[in-house]
């Protein structure tokens, strides 16, 4: 995390002034995506816009649609709402809103060769932290592992890597502000 948390911070300095734009939140996913050993397709970065989330990355769920603040099944609201940040490891045999799952976001999968099935792009395990500035959340950061299976979709996210989370998501919490 050392030599991650000041590229992160300059990241989020240069970011700043343009505010969480589909290019900027690329470059975030980009790095979240290496840092955490996933995809980038397994990295959601989400903005509160009027009582609602609405995603930024991917880019391709955009305009799928708004979560509402007030819907009980959807794990980033929840982590919204409780400001709290959250592993789930069994995340797929959840309750949870599935409707943004089912889009295609053109992801490569584990092999860049082929694409994924849809049971490959199935969320298996997943961490969600509240991205948050003077005790206001302004959106959220979620990190995932995708694919048929638990096993199959990588080794479970540890509490320390949650901690990683929440640091970034301090750090980057200037992009969103604009």
Same mark, same amino acid.
Not at 40 to 45: C, L, N, R, S
Not at 108 to 114: A, E, H, N, V, Y
């Given at each position: 995390m050392s030599t991650f948390a000041p590229a992160l911070a300059q990241l989020a300095i240069d970011c700043e002034s @343009? +505010?969480?734009t589909v290019k900027n939140s690329q470059k975030i996913a980009v790095e979240l995506a290496r840092f955490f050993n996933v995809q980038?397709? @397994?990295? +959601?970065?989400l903005r509160l816009e009027k009582e609602s989330l609405l995603f930024v990355h991917p880019a391709q769920l955009h305009n799928v649609g708004?979560? *509402?603040l007030n819907n009980s099944s959807a794990l980033a609201v929840r982590t919204a709402n409780s400001k709290r940040p959250e592993i789930v490891n069994n995340f797929a045999r959840t309750r949870h809103a599935s409707f943004f799952e089912m889009v295609d976001v053109g992801a490569?999968?584990?092999? /860049?060769?082929?694409k994924p099935s849809k049971d490959e792009q199935i969320i298996q395990k997943i961490m969600s932290v509240p991205v948050i500035s003077l005790n206001n959340v302004l959106g959220v950061i979620q990190v995932c592992r995708k +694919? /048929?299976? #638990? /096993? #199959?979709?990588?080794?479970?996210? #540890? *509490? #320390?890597?949650?901690q990683k989370?929440?640091?970034i998501a301090t750090a980057l919490a200037r992009c969103f502000i604009k």
């Open positions: @343009e +505010g969480l980038q397709d @397994e990295i +959601g970065i708004r979560i *509402p490569k999968g584990k092999d /860049p060769s082929k +694919g /048929p299976n #638990a /096993p #199959a979709s990588g080794p479970d996210f #540890a *509490p #320390a890597d949650l989370l929440v640091t």
